[in-house]
């Protein structure tokens, strides 16, 4: 079992930063991708960033790119989620994942999942 909490959302203008952090407990965290989902109001959750065990590899949705960085730091078994540039379009909840399979961008490669955080973007 794998436990992961979320935190770092809240609300920013335009243009500003934030970042999020998933901190893990309860398996071997560095042995496991992990990625970042959102959700939007009346839309399904869609891939955002994700990370390889051990870091080397890392994919973004086009949407973010350039704008969102994923990291992770395997001592602390903690995930992050560097966001700048920030649009009102990236309002959701956002939530952290452990991945138990090989395709990183696909939601049904996950397992684990967060309660998830809130970020909104006001115009």
């Known amino acids: 079992q794998v436990q992961l909490v979320e935190s770092g959302g809240g609300l920013v203008q335009a243009g500003g930063s934030l970042r999020l952090s998933c901190a893990a407990s309860?398996?071997?965290?560095?042995?496991?991708?992990m990625g970042w989902f959102r959700q939007a109001p009346g839309k399904e959750r869609e891939f955002v960033a994700a990370?390889?065990?051990?870091?080397?590899?890392?994919y973004s949705a086009d949407s973010v790119k350039g704008r969102f960085t994923i990291s992770r730091d395997n001592a602390k078994n903690t995930v992050y989620l560097q966001m700048n540039s920030l649009k009102p379009e990236d309002t959701a909840v956002y939530y952290c994942?452990?991945?138990?399979?090989?395709?990183?961008?696909?939601?049904?490669?996950?397992?684990?999942w967060g309660q998830g955080t809130q970020v909104t973007v006001s115009s």
């Open positions: 309860g398996r071997t965290f560095s042995s496991y991708g």
């Open positions: 994942a452990v991945a138990v399979g090989y395709d990183l961008s696909t939601l049904s490669q996950y397992k684990y």
């Open positions: 990370i390889s065990s051990g870091g080397g590899r890392k």
